[in-house]
């Protein structure tokens, strides 16, 4: 089978493209923008691989996406390649409306062509996979409930805005067309590769710097955190198991307030990093609590009994046993780290290809 994965140099989507020249037979094709948060180092594992190709392409350019559909012959497009940071969409809200609406409207547009032109078995055979997020759903705050497949949305930034569009885009181009999708909506990702501007890796980098461990007001969010190994596990079995047409959620059934995150981390880094930068007595020291988000939501949860019942996924790791493993990744890889910190991780496009 051959998968077109767009945003593969991505935090989840090269955890995705590892996973599956891991742990398949299929060809891979890693379509990327290389924006600041595009990091092929992160597929340094698999990049020699025969059966893995990239491409710097940008999903708004749909004459350059009509050539590779045309190139690759694709089974299946599994769509990660979006801007996904909170804060800068509202501090900078256009690149979020032009890549992860425009840009999923580019590529449904260049599947739906490619997908018309297959004989009658290639075109039933074919699959359109959406990786979505639960803020499209908006705040649980004050209530116990949990994110389901049903769940109205209810966006707060421009970020979950723009996620939220594209969804309902996808689930058009199902309606009016045709064309054979899935979406998947997951809750918070964490684990190995990710850039450090997300919350945990943050934390860990800058604890270890002895730098202030920033807390959005109180610190009392709460998100429940997957991690990212467990994700691809779930995102390949969604294309290659799941309904045409359906939504499944994908959450790793952790629900942690933000402030107990960081006081996971610096626990664990008391014990695996004793040794602490100059003048700190311990990790818990350097958290500083700052101005909130504006529109910041509360609480998200998702019920993910969907896709237990439907496709038999269940994550693997708790969120004790997978902080411990991205703590302990961290701590031995810091060449990759000082790649992504000093920007020469940017020169691997140069180097590598």
């Not at 994965?5 to 991505?10: C, E, H, K, L, M």
């Not at 939220?164 to 689930?171: G, K, N």
């Not at 919350?199 to 429940?224: C, E, F, H, S, T």
Request: hydrophobic share 35%; proline share 4%.
């Amino acid at each position: 089978m051959k998968i077109l994965v767009t945003g593969g140099a991505g935090f989840i989507g090269s955890a995705v493209v590892r996973h599956i020249i891991q742990n398949t037979e299929h060809q891979v094709l890693n379509v990327d923008k290389l924006t600041y948060a595009g990091n092929l180092e992160s597929l340094s594992s698999v990049s020699k691989s025969e059966r893995y190709q990239f491409t710097k392409t940008d999903i708004c350019d749909r004459i350059a996406l009509d050539q590779l559909f045309k190139e690759f012959q694709p089974d299946v497009v599994m769509h990660l390649a979006a801007e996904s940071h909170v804060d800068r969409s509202i501090s900078g809200p256009f690149d979020f409306i032009e890549t992860n609406i425009i840009g999923t409207y580019q590529l449904l547009e260049a599947s739906r062509a490619y997908w018309l032109g297959l004989n009658d078995t290639k075109k039933a055979e074919f699959r359109f996979h959406h990786i979505s997020t639960d803020e499209v759903y908006g705040d649980l705050e004050g209530t116990t409930d949990l994110f389901t497949e049903t769940t109205p949305y209810s966006p707060s930034s421009p970020y979950s805005a723009s996620k939220a569009s594209s969804d309902h885009l996808v689930r058009a181009w199902n309606r009016t067309y045709g064309l054979p999708v899935l979406i998947t909506n997951c809750s918070n990702n964490y684990g190995p590769y990710h850039f450090p501007e997300k919350l945990i890796p943050l934390m860990i980098l800058n604890a270890l710097q002895g730098k202030p461990l920033p807390v959005y007001g109180n610190g009392q969010q709460i998100r429940d955190w997957l991690f990212v190994e467990d994700h691809a596990r779930a995102l390949y079995k969604v294309v290659t198991e799941g309904v045409v047409g359906e939504t499944y959620n994908i959450g790793g059934h952790n629900e942690k307030a933000n402030l107990e995150v960081v006081h996971a981390i610096c626990d664990l880094l008391e014990e695996l990093a004793p040794m602490k930068p100059e003048g700190i007595v311990q990790y818990k020291d350097l958290i500083t609590y700052v101005k909130d988000r504006p529109g910041h939501d509360v609480r998200y949860a998702i019920d993910a009994t969907k896709i237990k019942n439907a496709l038999n996924w269940i994550p693997e790791e708790s969120f004790e046993t997978g902080l411990r493993k991205t703590v302990e990744w961290y701590l031995k890889n810091t060449e990759w780290v000082e790649h992504v910190q000093s920007g020469e991780y940017q020169s691997w496009l140069v180097k590598q290809y």
